[in-house]
Every structure is written in structure tokens, then in C-alpha cells.
């Protein structure tokens, strides 16, 4: 009887890793760039008024 490893598991590891992974990158950037985003809504919701 030949004998087929199932590597299901592996794969949905990999793809939680890359979530994470992607996860952590966003909130870097978020983090970096929040405060440049708050002032410019902040430019955008003043000019409109």
C-alpha cells in the first residue's frame, strides 16, 4: 500500500504565517505614516469648510 502524506495542515500554517506577515507590515505602516494621514484629513476637512 502506497502511503500519500497530506500536507493540508502545512498549507494552512503557511498561508496563517503570510497573514501575520502581512498583518505586522500594515501595522508598521500604519504606524509610521498615521500621523501624516491625520493631518492631512484634517488639511482636506478644513478646506472643504
Known amino acids: 500500500m502506497l502511503y ?3 500536507e493540508e495542515g502545512q ?5 496563517g504565517l503570510i ?3 502581512v498583518a505586522i507590515v500594515v ?3 500604519l504606524t ?3 500621523t501624516r494621514v491625520s493631518h492631512l484629513f484634517s488639511r482636506i476637512t478644513s478646506a472643504l469648510q
Open 4 to 6: 500519500l502524506p497530506r
Open 11 to 15: 498549507g494552512l500554517a503557511e498561508y
Open 19 to 21: 497573514l501575520v506577515l
Open 27 to 29: 501595522i508598521v505602516i
Open 32 to 34: 509610521i505614516m498615521g
